[in-house]
């Protein structure tokens, strides 16, 4: 990956991790190591709890291989308005695909796509979404696919803002991830984002190695291609790690239940409660988008009708009121949500 | 895991990791790490590949993330004659189950198998071993299956040598995967066998976390039960980890391609190619089965039949030495087989 934009967020990253690794580093900095949090009940409730788990003399202590924590992708590290960035990765697929297939120009839901109407193109529900995952996702090998995923990346822009997708990752959740690091946690990525589509990324801009990714995924299927052993894409659904869901990713990629789990939608409902029902003092949080005039605002807490896109709904709200779970004001607990400052 | 023969081999093997983790050990102690290995041509190709791997300034040098090894589990790390262990705890798992399944006493397979007569039980093929497999792996939660099973292995015993099945495992893979992980390799275990039936007792037998073990599965559920969120186990297969299978849960656990994979039989046949043909320097190994005084004798170089468990082919044997594979000689390779010292 060599586009500047990822460059300039692979260093950025490594200073943060850095900071993880100084040996005996005291607790002043470690909690500098969230600077880009308020001093509110959302930082206090996170560096509570850390230190619980991870100090020997205390009755919650967690031993180190037993320290899981779980997070959330869209909307909860990065941007996911206005559409998933996997949305924009296969809509921006059509349009570099459509001159192979001249028949999307009259087949839908190609044909409202390539107009740009993608309202009339979604008018197909799920059969038509499938279609065109199946169309943008399938068909090459897991190496083509990553090359590809890599090079769109590099250059993609939110339709909204006009930024680099890669400078809409949210600066106090990297932080947060590097600070659990620091303190002996391993930190997952369970999305209901593609596991293939991620994985290309994530360790540059997360600090999260691919064996620590786990998503939705389609089958593959071994072939001798040339000489050369490859997995070929296949247009069949896998695994969708999404509500029930998670927690089944989970056990299948990770084999531990969670110590902590980060979400922001009803997509994370059930990950919260495996982590958080298990017994032992357990952690579970969730991003409350509240923050129209640095992000965006939806949700319950808003005051604004919800959104398809990352649903978060009184109910989830309501449970996390009971459960204890922890919800973040982006508005109130952070002091600035992109690394450009904003 | 609180039985005797478990314990012992934990302190066992955090002896072997310790002597990983000394910073600036020199290329000797490293060297002494294979202590169990003669000084044949095994060996010497394992030191020469870690070196070339390692050493920033060979041309064959691979960063940390990237030091991916995979091992096969059975008759590659531990004994898997007269039966795969699994086997041996579905048999035992029937009997135990008996009680509370009167019907079993006439209704095939499980009527045989209480008998004692497993040839007229596996008479049924793969049908009568998939109602074996659910009847013994499924209708409970994974935190429940996890128990099950540390109780069943902490007491069970090779039918053939009449010695603890966590006894019987190689000594000198043992010392390979602590050497492995000492040069900055993750060690993960791809295995045919159930990735939840290795899970609990892999890390302490082989330093390798729940994380980073691949094997089969069945589906699983997610339910809340008395306000707690489990995963209940379903009689559903939902992957089939062998064969074609291995690189196929390879890249949907870990994600990258391997650069070392350890394997013994035609099912580690494609997990092999899927390491040593993406180009680089790359180390592909098979462990034959020609030591009858010590353990078991199978396999085409060994002049008598070949086995339904573990088969390792003349096809095989041959590919193997077409692509460079190290076939490992446990006769001649191995100072010794098992950590008793045999």
Do not use: C
Not at 148 to 173: C, F, G, S
Not at 236 to 263: C, S, T, W, Y
Not at 300 to 309: K, Y
């Amino acid at each position: 990956m060599s586009a500047p934009p990822l460059r300039r967020w692979a260093r950025g990253l490594a200073a943060v991790a850095g900071l993880g690794l100084l040996a005996g580093a005291s607790a002043q900095a470690r909690h500098d190591q969230l600077a880009s949090w308020t001093d509110g009940p959302a930082k206090k409730a996170i560096v509570e709890f850390v230190k619980a788990t991870t100090d020997k003399s205390s009755p919650d202590y967690v031993p180190p291989g037993e320290r899981i924590a779980t997070f959330d992708n869209d909307g909860t590290l990065w941007a996911e308005q206005p559409m998933y960035v996997q949305a924009m990765f296969a809509l921006d697929r059509v349009k570099a695909l459509a001159p192979q297939h001249p028949e999307w120009q009259t087949q839908e839901p190609f044909a409202s796509i390539l107009k740009g109407d993608l309202k009339a193109a979604l008018a197909g529900g799920d059969k038509a979404l499938l279609e065109i995952v199946m169309a943008t996702h399938a068909g090459m090998t897991t190496d083509e696919f990553r090359q590809i995923v890599k090079d769109w990346i590099a250059t993609a822009k939110n339709p909204a803002t006009k930024r680099p997708v890669l400078e809409m990752v949210y600066q106090p959740m990297v932080e947060l991830l590097a600070y659990l690091r620091a303190h002996g946690y391993k930190t997952f990525i369970v999305s209901g984002g593609g596991i293939e589509f991620m994985r290309p990324w994530a360790e540059k801009l997360y600090g999260v190695p691919p064996e620590q990714v786990v998503g939705s995924s389609i089958k593959t299927k071994f072939e001798m291609r040339d000489g050369k052993a490859v997995l070929v894409r296949l247009p069949e659904l896998n695994f969708i790690d999404d509500k029930d869901g998670k927690p089944v990713g989970i056990n299948q990629h990770i084999g531990h239940r969670p110590v902590a789990a980060f979400g922001n939608s009803d997509g994370d409902r059930q990950m919260l409660e495996y982590t958080t029902t298990s017994g032992g003092l357990r952690f579970g949080m969730l991003v409350l988008h509240d923050d129209k005039a640095r992000e965006f605002a939806y949700g319950p807490a808003t005051g604004l009708p919800d959104s398809h896109v990352g649903t978060f709904t009184q109910a989830l709200y309501d449970e996390a009121k009971q459960r204890g779970w922890v919800v973040v004001s982006m508005k109130n607990d952070w002091k600035r949500v992109f690394p450009s400052g904003q």
